[in-house]
């Protein structure tokens, strides 16, 4: 035993050296899954994956991502080399379909089929109606914080998510689960140029980007912020801002900006999601330790459009401006200093700041329950209409004459023929004759040729002489046998989805597919079992040429609207949408036809237009009074052909896209739609909507990789812009 005590102890040496060796080759792969875990229902979100080849071969590889099990709705994969000696880091934009979170599975598989690594994560839910503010801070303790408000229920509290760098997204889609963001400026250098493209790209989609100056050397350092701000910055000095902030804070904007330049700024409009609500926050007194608070303030120049929204010693502090749908509001101070970081008030300057509706704080409880999918609509409107529903009255009647046969009838006719015993082979022979009766009543009803059929929402989003097409691309699939379907999609950012289902069909996507992301763009298949119609969404981002412009101005009690047409064809149903001023309600005016590659001025009385809640409303079958039957009739599978269903593609999507003005129960959800779809926040701060019909024809490339026998595709064009002469 004494001669093998030099070769242990030579093995464990041996051991103890190539430990390290080992740590150092085993796989890294970790995620992170939604906004710091944070999941808002009927959203867009990122999942983060990275993945470290320290010492390993270079394999090749896919990362899959399910819900909780293989057996979800969408299974989505992402091909990836993974070289030697490496870091990656890739980002998947995933559609949250339930609302309530749930716990996501994401594995690596190697090009053999053999499970790498595999993760799961359990997110947190946020509900659809829920606020969530990102933050790219300097420190943890520097994120903003948000006043308590009298939401009990878990999946509707406000969340604040700490995003780091890293990870941030470099596909704008998958921003689109954030109703603000704030970005401390030292940390802005961080973004890598996707990253700050993606970046852009949401705001003037419709996000609100807060920053936060902490240096004036970070703003200038940085070209691309530079240029995107309302302001310019040359100095920074002191400032006393304890009174101005309250006074802002209790709501006295008039004196929070008492003293600005006349032609530089406007002045700050009321941070009030809710028109007419009152300010939750004008009762707090001064907080007596940030008396006399002093706070470096970054000083410049202001440039056009600009807002000041509250100033200290004639210097502004927060100076906001809109940038496409969007809005920028820049803290010309950092919060993450002291003595702003210890304000007792600064939670509800931070709910105040990015708009957080004020009946959540001083409201009853919030208890909205239910609610329907915006997605239902326009399954209920491009349907293949090749299927026909079996009224209930020709079921029952099937079902009496079913029970008839196989009881007194059965029973008489043996008797008659002395033959009881015969029983054991009429009964089965009823069975499968009534079974080839269904079938034949089924292929009738439902049996057809393979469709295709598209609606296309396309925002016009202008970017100086150009412009973005934000798409949202629902289509329907109808089979006319079992099979599998491929699809793809050449758009520099694009994602696939099935349909939401709304919360009375379970919160789920009700169509499953599986969906390849390459990089920003996908490859699919889809199954759709035989005659059935199956609905899909493609979101999509690409830049183009402008297809339309618009220019409205109103002078007196008259409305004018210049629109140009840059398409080779003409758009019809034709309509648009404003205030003619800031306290008056919002109408909808007919505009008819705009021809081809021309320009078309428009002159209209304030009077003649059309309530936009009497227009979305309506009477007709095809408004939104009906949506909701209709809705719930197309999930039924028996009744009236035309009772799930809409007709007037371009009606019912001009309706659908205003939809906090289709009425519902007490109570009860509004219908529940992505971000974006609803163009009601952009008329209410004063904005007009452009709304264009562009018939047979789609402003993208078809995706679906087959020929189906039947086909048709249509697109409703949605522009904003901002209104001149408005009081």
């Known amino acids: 035993m004494e001669s093998w005590r030099p070769v242990w102890a030579s093995l464990l040496v041996l051991l103890a050296a190539l430990a390290p060796c080992t740590a150092r080759a085993e796989l890294q792969f970790d995620i992170f899954v939604g906004y710091d875990g944070v999941v808002r229902e009927a959203g867009w979100f990122p999942i983060s994956v990275e993945i470290a080849n320290n010492e390993g071969p270079a394999f090749n590889a896919v990362v899959e991502v399910s819900v909780g099990s293989l057996a979800s709705d969408a299974v989505r994969q992402v091909p990836v080399e993974i070289p030697n000696n490496t870091r990656k880091r890739l980002t998947i934009p995933i559609f949250s379909t339930g609302g309530r979170g749930g716990q996501w599975l994401v594995r690596l598989i190697d090009q053999r089929g053999k499970v790498r690594a595999e993760r799961t994560a359990q997110t947190k839910p946020l509900a659809w109606e829920g606020f969530l503010l990102g933050s790219i801070s300097r420190s943890y303790a520097g994120s903003p914080v948000l006043a308590e408000t009298n939401i009990r229920r878990d999946e509707m509290k406000p969340q604040i998510a700490r995003i780091q760098t890293d990870v941030f997204p470099d596909n704008p889609i998958a921003l689109e689960g954030l109703n603000a963001l704030y970005v401390n400026s030292e940390k802005v250098i961080s973004l890598k140029v996707p990253q700050v493209a ?74 009030s999601v809710v028109e007419g609500s009152s300010n939750p926050f004008g009762d707090l007194g001064p907080d007596a330790a940030f008396k006399n608070a002093l706070l470096p303030v970054a000083t410049g120049g202001l440039r056009a459009g600009a807002t000041v929204l509250i100033q200290a010693d004639g210097k502004p502090l927060i100076v906001s401006g809109h940038r496409g749908r969007g809005k920028l509001t820049v803290l010309a101070f950092s919060p993450e200093r002291e003595p702003f970081r210890s304000w007792k008030h600064r939670g509800a300057f931070w709910a105040k700041l990015v708009e957080m509706p004020p009946e959540w704080i001083s409201g009853p409880e919030i208890n909205a329950f239910g609610g329907w999918s915006v997605d239902a609509i326009f399954g209920a409107l491009i349907d293949s209409r090749q299927i026909r529903k079996l009224p209930i009255e020709w079921l029952l009647a099937l079902l009496v004459v079913y029970l008839v046969v196989i009881g007194p009838f059965d029973q008489w006719w043996l008797k008659k023929i002395n033959r009881q015993m015969l029983t054991w082979i009429t009964f089965p022979t009823y069975v499968v004759l009534f079974s080839l009766l269904i079938y034949f009543i089924g292929y009738k009803l439902r049996a057809g040729e393979t469709e295709w059929n598209e609606v296309h929402l396309v925002d016009v989003l202008p970017r100086g002489d150009r412009a973005e097409l ?258």
């Open 198 to 271: 993606a970046l852009l790209s949401w705001v003037n989609g419709g996000g609100h980007l807060i920053l936060g100056v902490e240096q004036i050397a970070d703003v200038n350092a940085t070209p691309w912020l530079q240029e995107f701000l309302p302001c310019e910055f040359t100095d920074m000095v002191n400032v006393t801002v304890d009174r101005d902030l309250q006074q802002w804070l209790n709501g006295d904007e008039e004196e929070a900006t008492r003293g600005t330049r006349p032609g530089g700024t406007q002045r700050g409009r009321r941070a």
């Open 470 to 727: 934000r798409g949202r691309t629902f289509v329907s699939i109808y089979s006319s046998a079992n099979a599998t379907y491929p699809i793809a999609s050449e758009q520099p950012f694009a994602t696939f989805r099935g349909e939401l289902l709304d919360l009375y069909g379970g919160g789920k996507e009700g169509s499953k597919a599986r969906v390849e992301q390459r990089g920003n763009n996908f490859v699919a298949e889809i199954d759709v079992p035989v005659w059935t119609s199956l609905l899909y969404v493609n979101d999509w981002l690409q830049p183009a040429s402008p297809p339309l412009s618009v220019n409205v101005s109103i002078q007196g009690d008259t409305v004018l609207a210049v629109v140009n047409n840059s398409l080779d064809r003409p758009l019809t149903d034709c309509r648009v949408v404003l205030k003619t001023a800031s306290d008056a309600e919002v109408k909808v005016y007919e505009l008819g036809s705009l021809p081809a590659r021309q320009e078309k001025r428009f002159t209209l009385k304030t009077t003649d237009g059309m309530a936009l809640s009497s227009f979305v409303q309506g009477n007709s079958i095809q408004r939104g009074s009906s949506f909701r039957d209709t809705v719930d009739a197309r999930r039924n599978p028996l009744g009236s052909n035309r009772q799930g269903q809409l007709e007037n593609p371009a009606m019912v999507s001009t309706v659908a896209s205003f939809t906090t003005h289709i009425p519902t129960q007490q109570n009860q959800r509004r219908f529940v739609a992505p971000a974006g779809m609803d163009l009601t926040p952009l008329v209410d701060r004063g904005e007009a909507i452009l709304l264009a019909w562009d018939a047979d024809h789609s402003p993208i490339k078809p995706i679906n990789q087959f020929k189906p026998i039947r086909t048709q595709r249509s697109t409703l064009l949605r522009l904003a812009a901002p209104v001149a002469g408005v009081n």
